[in-house]
């Protein structure tokens, strides 16, 4: 059986300090040949202190940013041979749960348009059934379905993260 995610001697260096005519002039080798995999339905924790690189690592396996070398397979598809199709279902298939819930939810949004969005976005459920969908996934995330017509600010850094939560659920990610 293929895994759901292979990683292989990912690197990525982020440009440190630059000249005063621009030119790089250090670099930061925040991944340097990372490899990895993920069968289906296990949980995988990187682990290591601030800045050594985990995000870095999380933002390449989501093709957020390009690697400078190695790549990722996911469900043994390599994914930086995707079209622009695949990639739009990949989108899909791989959610993430950013760090700061408060800089990742639009505060101009009720959750019930937070949770509703990827759910008219990729068609997986028809509008006059999305108002149920959106209270079956606060409910997923121990949330009260009322809480569906509040804004982002009127909820704890915890809650937050559950609504984060709920809406990377909405989409069904492998
Ligand atoms: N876009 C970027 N430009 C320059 N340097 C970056 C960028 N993103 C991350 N870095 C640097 O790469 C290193 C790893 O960062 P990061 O992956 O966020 O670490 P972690 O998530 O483990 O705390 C850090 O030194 C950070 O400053
Ligand atoms: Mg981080």
Redesign the pocket.
Known sequence: MTALLEVEGLV?H???TRSVFGRPTAY????DGVSFTVEAGKTLA?V????????????LVLRL?EPDAGNVRFEGRDLGALGANELRAFRRDAQIIF?DPYASLNPRMTVSQILSEPLALHDLVPAPRRRERVEELLRLVGLEPRFARRYPHEFSGGQRQRIAIARALAVEPN
């Not at 930061?28 to 991944?31: F, H, N, P, R, T």
């Not at 290591?48 to 933002?59: A, I, L, M």
């Open positions: 990525k982020f440009v440190a930061v080798k925040a991944v990187l290591g202190e601030s800045g050594c690189g985990k995000s870095t690592v999380s933002r940013i760090q």
